[in-house]
């Protein structure tokens, strides 16, 4: 026999009985996957687990789509250009109560399911904190069985992968995709044309007037629908997850191929194939080009076709639109729908533009994500009109109505400018927050101070116009995947002491409190949060090579690179650190090490400085003997979902610095907090009510609050005299300038540097000595560790009011009128 003929002995487990779990997973194996088990691969029993627990999921699918259809209520749908869900098979497995069974099941037949977890693919369909809340948004709707469908945009390329190479960000394509997706069901019969461009034609009646407008597009593309099932918690209910593919409508160009011309017949094909290709990967940064405009459209376009579409069939008329349909718009990312849906009432459906004003904006509701001028949208007129002729026209009408209301209502000019859905100054711009906002009956922030900020600011005029309109929905976390599955360590050690009643209703975390005094129950909370820092410093070690003492406090920032989340103060502070434990090796140092983790937008020249600078310090302070690993600051490269659920229930302390104004809410802050970490943070988005939810006395509040910076800046804030004021500061800074941690290229942080001495936007040397202090009271606590884990036990147990279930309650009682 030659060696190919060989044949080889491959371990294989005895046969599972009939009728059990394992059998199933077994048959799945073969006959859907298509593997004899003996040979399979992980992603092989990956693909056949999922396929398995998935039959019971759509069991629960069809059932639910056939009592909501039944009860004639009113659906949610949630257009969002990003979903962050990350992977899916832990949160599916739990929420439909097969977890531990499947383990089993698994482990029966010589398979470790957390190996095989490990090999799912991490859907990023997001940047950051906004397409992650549309995730915990979406298991949230489920679980408090709110009929509702996501829908987005099926990217092939998620957000990129980082890696760090020499201390630099460099972006690698993601290819999630890449081993199939056993979730996504292509709807091949849910398909919708989406034009472009064109000419607008109004037919007029015998005497002239305007009749009907039709658009004659001048390309189209078809969009195709991808369904995700979404389980709630129990397997209460399941909702559609729906994303959008765009293929070409004409697969190949006919005449080109049979000229013989077979690449030039493809070429429409992976034009239109690119409209869905790649997300975004800015979350602060006016995008600009076309292609992002393009993707609005086509998505928004294709959600309204289905939504009325289910409507019609059901109803016999779009006027009751409003009582069985809540469109909420995640931003202003799918803003275009407003003048989308004007467009299918009005030159499709017959409506009269007032009766569709009407019912459109008692469809819509608009949730605002940033305040930040820089990553509000706004279009070039003439980009908009090429695209979308017709909506072009209905903008301009809208604008008509919406002005001739507010000079009824008293604005002056200048509010007129200000609120106008055309903006004048220099270019002409379509400004879509002003459009989502005057088509929406609602228009909601994401914390306290954010909402009562864009009353002040950006939405001032158009909230004296609509006073009854803006209101708040602080953010959330869902609790299923932010604790009980990243968690299991901490979720067993509570269900032990309190039982199992928070894991349906979370208010009752609240029972933990008073095993805060408990000092041996102290002792396993610390044991836990122990291993869980193990875990971190394994992944470390396995990733980066670098050795990490658990006993150390664990310091983290995680979350996007951003100027206004101010990492560098975060860094500068650390620096400060090190040259006072050389200084001072005398004194008691707490062994802390400093984690960081996001990503910068490819263009953010700053943002990447950061990252290069984070990683350059960290070569110096790891490597020198004199700190005695005292201190050591981490740079773990592609933060991501999965990441997340790593590092969240590893945290002591929890970094949330954004100068204040700046954050609308984090969620970060809430997982983290929730995990038991510390707090270290401005009076920013949603610290303010964490604050007031875990009590003053244990969190760490320090810096300038959002009025204050405000002023600082009106009255022409100097950054020179804070840095003069403060030796420590002053010196870390002239350290980094002058090439400190960076010898090879000793004025690479001259800019960086001096924009601080210059301008400070985002007031680092005003709040530096209140940050420095801070952390010298955290090294105070973390001394005394029974006081410390008190309050971390209350931080975890105060957290419950921050599950995104309550956030939903909210936004289905007060914005979308559904029950929940
Ligand atoms: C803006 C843009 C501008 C054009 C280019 C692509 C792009 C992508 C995203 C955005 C908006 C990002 C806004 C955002 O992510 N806001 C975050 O929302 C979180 C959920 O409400 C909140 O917790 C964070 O504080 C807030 O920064």
Request: some cysteine; glycine content about 8%.
């Amino acid at each position: 026999m030659t060696e190919m003929m060989t044949p080889r002995k491959h371990p294989v487990a005895p046969l599972p009985e009939a009728g059990t779990l394992a059998d199933e997973i077994v048959k799945a194996l073969m006959f859907r996957v298509g593997k004899n088990p003996s040979v399979a691969t992980g992603y092989d029993w990956l693909n056949a687990s999922i396929k398995v627990v998935r039959d019971r999921i759509i069991a629960r699918w069809i059932e639910s789509t056939q009592r909501t259809y039944e009860a004639g209520g009113k659906r949610v749908y949630y257009l969002s250009l990003e979903f962050l869900i990350g992977r899916l098979m832990r949160d599916a497995f739990s929420n439909i109560g097969l977890m531990e069974e499947m383990r089993d099941a698994l482990a029966s037949l010589g398979v470790d399911i957390d190996v095989i977890a490990e090999l799912e693919p991490d859907a990023a369909l997001g940047n950051g904190g906004l397409g992650r809340l549309a995730a915990c948004f979406m298991e949230s709707m489920a679980s408090v069985d709110v009929p509702a469908h996501g829908y987005g945009i099926r990217y092939v390329h998620g957000l990129f992968r980082q890696e760090i190479q020499d201390g630099v960000q460099v972006e690698l394509p993601e290819t999630w995709l890449e081993h199939g997706n056993p979730w996504e069901f292509e709807r091949r019969e849910r398909s919708y044309e989406i034009g472009f461009g064109g000419t607008v034609e109004a037919t007029t009646d015998k005497l002239g007037r305007v009749e009907r407008h039709v658009w004659r597009p001048s390309e189209r593309v078809l969009a195709t629908a991808y369904d995700t099932p979404v389980v709630g918690w129990r397997g209460k209910r399941v909702n559609t997850l729906r994303l959008w593919s765009a293929m070409p409508i004409d697969p190949i160009l006919l005449d080109a191929f049979n000229a013989g011309d077979h690449i030039g017949a493809l070429r429409e094909s992976n034009k239109a194939e690119a409209l869905t290709r790649v997300l975004y990967p800015a979350d602060s940064h006016q995008a600009g080009q076309e292609l992002r405009l393009r993707q609005e459209y086509f998505f928004s376009a294709a959600s309204l076709q289905d939504i009325i579409n289910r409507h019609l069939g059901e109803y016999d008329d779009l006027r009751s639109l409003p009582d069985k349909a809540a469109i909420h718009l995640n931003d202003t990312h799918p803003a275009v729908a407003v003048a989308e849906l004007m467009r299918l009432l009005c030159d499709v459906h017959g409506f009269g533009f007032d009766e569709a004003w009407d019912v459109t904006r008692r469809t819509f509701g608009y949730t605002n994500h940033t305040l930040l001028p820089e990553a509000l949208e706004s279009w070039p007129i003439h980009v908009f009109e090429r695209l979308l002729p017709r909506h072009m026209q209905i903008v301009y009408a809208i604008n008509a109505e919406l002005l001739r209301e507010a000079r009824e209502g008293g604005l002056n000019d200048s509010q007129i400018r200000s609120i106008s859905l055309i903006g004048e100054d220099g270019e002409r711009r379509v400004r879509m927050g002003n459009l989502a906002f005057a088509g929406s009956h609602s228009i909601n922030g994401v914390s306290a101070l954010h909402t009562e900020l864009m009353k002040e600011t950006v939405f001032a005029d158009l909230h004296q116009l609509y006073p009854a309109r803006i209101n708040n929905k602080t953010n959330g976390i869902a609790q299923r995947r932010w604790l009980f599955q990243c968690n299991p360590g901490l979720t067993a050690l509570v269900r032990e002491v309190i039982g199992d009643r928070f894991m349906d209703d979370i208010d009752a975390l609240r029972d933990l409190e008073r095993h805060a005094e408990d000092a041996a129950f102290r002792e396993r909370f610390a044991a836990v949060k122990r291993g869980n820092k193990e875990r971190l410093a394994r992944l470390v070690s396995e990733r980066m090579g670098l050795w990490l003492d658990p006993s150390a406090l664990f310091d983290i920032q995680i979350k996007r690179i951003h100027e206004y989340k101010r990492q560098l103060l975060n860094i500068v502070e650390a620096v400060a650190l090190y040259d006072q434990i050389r200084s001072h090796p005398e004194r008691d140092w707490v062994p802390r090490i400093k984690f960081f983790g996001g990503k910068a937008a490819p263009s953010y020249f700053n943002a990447k400085l950061i990252i290069k600078l984070a990683n350059d310090v960290a070569r110096v302070i790891n490597n020198d003997p004199a700190v005695r690993g005292l201190l050591k600051v981490v740079f773990i490269p592609n933060y991501n979902v999965s990441l997340a659920e790593v590092m969240m229930p590893a945290a002591d302390l929890s970094e949330q610095i954004s100068t204040a104004g700046m954050e609308a809410s984090g969620t970060g802050n809430m997982k983290l907090a929730l995990n038991g970490a510390l707090t270290i943070g401005t009076l920013d988005g949603a610290n303010v009510e964490m604050k007031d939810q875990v009590g003053d006395e244990n969190i760490v509040i320090f810096g300038l609050t959002a009025h204050e910076v405000e002023e600082r800046r009106a009255e022409g804030y100097d950054p020179r005299a804070f840095i003069e004021a403060s030796p420590e500061l002053s010196q870390a800074l002239s350290a980094i300038r002058g090439g400190v941690f960076s010898h090879d290229q000793p004025d690479r942080y001259r800019d960086l540097i001096d924009g601080i001495y210059e301008r400070d936007w985002f007031m680092v040397a005003a709040d530096f000595d209140a940050y420095a202090d801070a952390q010298r009271r955290v090294d105070a606590l973390w001394t005394d560790p029974a006081d410390w884990n008190r309050k971390a036990i209350l931080n975890a147990a105060r957290m419950g009011w921050f599950s995104s279930d309550r956030t939903i309650r909210q936004y289905a009682n007060e914005i979308w009128d559904v029950p929940a």
